[in-house]
């Protein structure tokens, strides 16, 4: 897919994958509210350096977002800005839901997650899912409390809300409509998102 400049809808509880170049804006909108995206992210011209979240918490010496601030690669260079942010709500701490989550604690089979998402719309880039990096949740309301118990309730984003992104490396984008629906994480209700990609004004 090209890279100069595109939109695509994310079907509830599925995922897509798609490549940014450097200098080109990624924009998440979460179409009808309270539905998280799980967002991988690999640099495209070396598979082994991505999108990492625990570099990037002890870069921002914080467990939150916000604008300005610039996500960090396993090898700690700059992967991604945040430019833009109609929420203010993301997690950058817990990872994504798998089969395991939902067969040991919600004791459901087959349940669609968020691992198997990504790393189905990662395998047409050779991307073997062992090797599908540990992703950002955005628009996921995570509370971090005082005592460090943390738990996942409804988000606050709303219909239209929106993060944008400069990437700043050539990158390949995975992101997840997250499928969760047995915990408030989506608002009890997985919806579509939408992603719009352009070269930066
Ligand atoms: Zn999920």
């Known amino acids: 897919m090209s890279s100069l400049g595109f939109a695509l809808t994310i079907p509830a509880r599925h995922g897509r994958a ?21 967002m991988s992210a690999l640099v495209r011209a070396d598979f082994t350096e991505f999108l990492s979240p625990r570099h990037t918490r002890l870069a921002l010496g914080r467990l939150t977002l916000r604008v ?16 833009d942010d109609s929420v203010g709500v993301h997690d ?7 089969r395991y989550r939902y067969e040991l ?15 189905e719309a990662l395998a047409p880039y050779g991307v073997e899912p062992w090797r599908v990096p540990e992703n950002i949740n955005i628009f996921m309301n995570t509370i971090i409390e005082p005592d460090g118990r943390v738990h996942v ?6 219909a239209g809300d929106h993060v944008t992104f400069e990437c700043l490396i050539d990158s390949v ?12 994480c989506n608002g009890f209700r997985p919806t579509d998102l939408h992603v719009r990609v352009a070269p930066r004004a």
């Not at 450097?22 to 998280?36: F, H, K, P, R, Y």
């Not at 300005?68 to 430019?83: A, F, I, K, V, Y």
């Not at 604690?105 to 790393?119: P, S, W």
């Not at 309730?153 to 709303?158: A, C, G, L, Y």
Request: glycine letters at 6%.
């Open 153 to 158: 309730e409804r988000p606050v984003s709303r």
């Open 173 to 184: 984008i995975a992101i997840s409509a997250c499928p969760q629906d047995l915990n408030p």
């Open 105 to 119: 604690d919600f004791h459901v089979q087959g349940h669609r997650n968020c691992m198997d998402n990504l790393t």
């Open 18 to 38: 798609f490549e940014v170049s450097a200098g080109s804006t990624l924009t998440i909108i979460d179409v009808e509210g309270e539905q998280v995206a799980d």
């Open 92 to 98: 950058i701490l817990l990872g994504c839901c798998d």
């Open 68 to 83: 300005g601030d610039e996500l960090q690669t396993n090898r700690r260079r700059p992967h991604l800005r945040l430019l």
